[in-house]
């Protein structure tokens, strides 16, 4: 795919620098090359786009999947408070060789290939064959990421995996010391995961930039929330240099107890701009005593509160996995859009049981996976969910259609996305 530049009579013009785009005559947004590949911009593709106080976000086109999440097992040997497995009863196995075959030779019909991410329900750790899956996987797919809870993750096996080529790895902690750690992870030693972590840590080779990269993912809830300054600190003396937190979905009723966003997910925050609500564009200010107190009072009472020129709580109704260009492949082989479709599960929205049954697209022992991409009915629910055009199930009382997500009171039909959390940006995945 070749995008050339040329100027507003038609004729050549010099290249674009890596940072600019044209505009040519007829107001059409000319972007370099390789912009357009990592975007997934095609000849022909419908792209939306939403226009800001100075500027225009391009969205991802949804004609090529841009990351593979590849469930090798749904087992795991831990029984986190914050599981699924609390309320689960699915049966657990692992991804046979054939079926992480059939996703490989998948990933090589798309151009560019994915990126391959072994996660979803289970610790990836606990496949037996998880070295050789991600060497092979690294040589076909230009970025190799994997989560991990690392208790796991012994000395040999971090060398392994640093050998097989893996790019980024991602270790779930909610705690900066044993009691908070263990109140969580039951199950879990916490001496073990730090001697793992340091020792995956001290296995990189040396450079300014480590690789792997090193990720820490919390689980946010009220009895460790006080404990986030400290994991940060922690993970940067474990040489880490992302770090994501998300809040906990509760799968059961104690958990819910346990949120940190109820009236933030239930009130709504794209209001319009009205003496009734006030936009407060704040600046750029240093965060102390006096100013958190004044700006958490001001984030409670106003809804349209900008900094600069991008508003702090926005409703967003955003399906990460559908924007990002993600499919997950469950262990043994079906094909689902996101990682929460990918099993049947139950959790609490407000304080309302939710039952959410799995979608799949086809199951990739069966179909090769460019072709389940493309299936008509896939690529349909794919332009559903970015028109999000779905009952707002976070914001209202709630009925018996919110229940589970077989259909809603604008008529959508299985499956629909209304009172998913991670289209609020309430949930979060690395």
């Known amino acids: 795919m070749t995008f050339i530049p040329r100027d507003y009579d038609g004729g050549p013009v010099e290249a674009l620098s890596s940072d600019q785009a044209r505009v040519d005559g007829d107001g059409r947004l000319i972007l370099p090359a390789e912009a357009a590949v990592r975007l997934g911009l095609q000849p022909g593709a419908r792209v939306r786009y939403d226009l800001e106080s100075n500027g225009i976000y391009l969205r991802r086109p949804t004609l090529r999947p841009a990351r593979v999440y590849v469930e090798a097992t749904n087992h795991c040997n831990l029984m986190c408070r914050t599981c699924v497995r609390n309320r689960w009863e699915e049966s657990t196995g692992f991804m046979a060789e054939a079926t992480f075959e059939r996703i490989l030779e998948g990933v090589v019909d798309f151009d560019p290939a994915p990126e391959i991410f072994f996660g979803g329900l289970g610790e990836p750790l606990s496949h037996p064959d998880i070295v050789a899956m991600v060497t092979a996987a690294r040589r076909v797919s230009p970025s190799v990421t994997l989560i991990t809870n690392a208790t796991l993750l012994t000395p040999d096996l971090s060398r392994e995996l640093i050998a097989a080529g893996l790019d980024t790895l991602w270790v779930s902690l909610d705690g900066a010391d044993v009691q908070a750690y263990s109140e969580i992870r039951a ?83 794209d209001v319009p701009t009205t003496p009734d609500f006030p936009l407060v564009t704040l600046p750029v200010m240093d965060i102390t005593a006096v100013t958190q107190t004044v700006l958490g009072r001001l984030l409670r009472v106003a809804p349209n509160v900008a900094l600069g020129d991008r508003k702090v709580a926005q409703h967003r109704s955003r399906c990460p996995f559908i924007e990002g260009g993600a499919l997950a492949v469950a262990w043994n082989g079906e094909v689902s859009p996101c990682l929460p479709l990918l099993h049947d599960h139950t959790s ?62 604008f008529g959508n039909p299985f499956p629909t996305c209304g009172g998913c959390l991670w289209a609020q940006g309430v949930v979060q995945c690395p």
């Not at 460790?224 to 979905?249: C, K, Q």
């Not at 179909?367 to 493309?374: I, M, N, S, Y």
């Open 187 to 269: 199950g879990a030693a916490w001496s073990q995961v730090m001697d793992h972590i340091t020792a995956f840590r001290d296995a990189r080779p040396p450079s300014s930039v480590p690789q792997p990269e090193l990720g820490i993912a919390f689980v946010a809830m009220r009895s460790n929330f006080g404990e986030l300054t400290r994991v940060l600190s922690l993970g940067r003396t474990l040489g880490a240099a992302r770090f994501m937190v998300t809040n906990v979905l509760p799968y059961t009723r104690e958990m819910c107890d346990e949120r940190l966003y109820t009236p933030a997910v239930t009130t709504k925050r």
């Open 348 to 409: 609490y929205l407000e304080n309302r049981e939710r039952r959410s049954r799995s979608y799949a697209v086809g199951n990739v022992n069966e179909t090769e996976l460019d072709v389940l991409w493309r299936r008509p009915d896939y690529a349909d629910f794919r332009e559903r969910v970015q028109d999000f055009d779905f009952s707002p199930c976070t914001l209202c009382g709630g009925c018996d259609l919110s229940a589970d997500n077989e259909t809603d009171c």
